[in-house]
């Protein structure tokens, strides 16, 4: 593709980007993190958890992203009794044909809202596994492609709240980016309580595209230019995560991020250039998608977890000492 073409093809498709941001903002007000990663999940091709207390508009957000592009949506509503087959399906038996057939799960969507995810057990939450890694289920002896495209977005409330499970680190290695949802501002707050007056919170979205413009969208970042020296910096900050050369970070990590971290920073390193309306991926992109990235990937060590030192912190400082190109 020519320059040329490449620069005016990344211009419009970020202004649809924007326009996209629009319609979700009618019913959110505030949040821009979450929907701009819930965005860049889409694009990317990666799955997306959401933390933060009850009443966020973490549900909210996902149904508004899903009404305007125009994709298929399933809710799974995460409880203590739930069993991996009301989420993938089953076999049942027809009695009238005297045959099993298979029943397929709330999965088989574009868009997935998996609700409080980490109030399953852990058997429910690995069933997951299958579908989120290799896009496809398994239902006795036969194999189901997911649809395409497809994302998981799945909620979680802090740990600290009564009747949670922590997820495998197997599972929360495969999602993209780990968001954090914090509470309104006042002024938003307010915002939120007049729209909710004129019943606008629950007004019906516009689609504003579908899953055609998202596979253009996802073959222009492809085309996105990462310099070698972009990705020197990336493995950079990875592999400070897993040997730092400073004594006080050492103490603070116990386990690093995964190699599934260099390759979803390049991404989302690119997603983020192309939202901004560029074709190359700068140092800075790199430092705005390290924390999504990063947070989940790396585990805290027990002397971090007694002094209260956040993951996020733990990830400044890392930063402030890689070397910049």
């Known amino acids: 593709m020519a320059f040329a073409e490449l620069n005016e093809r990344i211009r419009a498709q970020a202004i649809a980007v924007n326009a996209l941001k629009t319609e979700i903002s009618k019913v959110i007000v505030g949040q821009e993190e979450m929907v701009e990663g819930l965005i860049m999940g889409m694009i990317g091709g990666?799955?997306?958890?959401?933390?933060?207390?009850?009443?966020?508009?973490?549900?909210?957000?996902?149904?508004?992203?899903?009404?305007?592009?125009?994709?298929?949506?399933?809710?799974?509503?995460?409880?203590?009794?739930?069993?991996?087959?009301?989420?993938?399906?089953?076999?049942?038996?027809?009695m009238s044909e005297h045959s099993f057939e298979i029943k397929k799960g709330v999965v088989f969507a574009n868009v997935i809202l998996a609700d409080e995810i980490n109030r399953a057990p852990a058997k429910v939450q690995s069933a997951l596994l299958e579908a989120m890694q290799e896009r496809q289920v398994t239902i006795g002896d036969a194999t189901f492609k997911?649809?395409?495209?497809?994302?998981?977005?799945?909620?979680?409330?802090?740990?600290?709240?009564?009747?949670?499970?922590?997820?495998?680190?197997?599972?929360?290695?495969?999602?993209?980016?780990?968001?954090?949802?914090?509470?309104?501002?006042?002024?938003?707050?307010?915002?939120?309580?007049?729209?909710f007056e004129k019943k606008e919170l629950d007004q019906k979205l516009n689609r504003i595209l579908g899953a055609p413009e998202i596979k253009e969208w996802q073959e222009t970042v492809k085309s996105i230019y990462t310099d070698e020296r972009i990705k020197k910096y990336v493995l950079g900050i990875v592999f400070e995560t897993r040997t730092p050369k400073e004594k006080s970070i050492a103490q603070l990590i116990d386990v690093g991020a995964s190699p599934r971290a260099s390759l979803y920073l390049i991404l989302a390193g690119r997603i983020r250039a192309f939202m901004e309306g560029r074709n190359f991926v700068t140092p800075e992109?790199?430092?705005?998608?390290?924390?999504?990235?990063?947070?989940?990937?790396i585990i805290p060590s027990f002397e971090a977890e007694a002094e209260k030192v956040s993951t996020d912190r733990i990830i400044a400082e890392l930063l402030n000492r890689v070397e910049v190109p």
């Open 46 to 94: 990666g799955h997306i958890l959401l933390e933060g207390v009850p009443g966020l508009a973490k549900t909210t957000a996902v149904k508004a992203f899903a009404d305007a592009t125009d994709l298929q949506f399933q809710r799974i509503q995460f409880t203590p009794d739930l069993l991996p087959a009301d989420i993938m399906g089953s076999r049942i038996y027809n």
């Open 146 to 195: 997911l649809p395409d495209p497809f994302i998981v977005l799945a909620t979680q409330n802090p740990l600290e709240q009564e009747g949670t499970y922590a997820l495998p680190e197997a599972q929360v290695d495969r999602f993209m980016f780990k968001i954090l949802i914090n509470y309104p501002t006042k002024d938003e707050e307010l915002r939120i309580i007049e729209k």
């Open 285 to 297: 992109d790199i430092k705005e998608v390290a924390y999504p990235v990063l947070r989940h990937r």
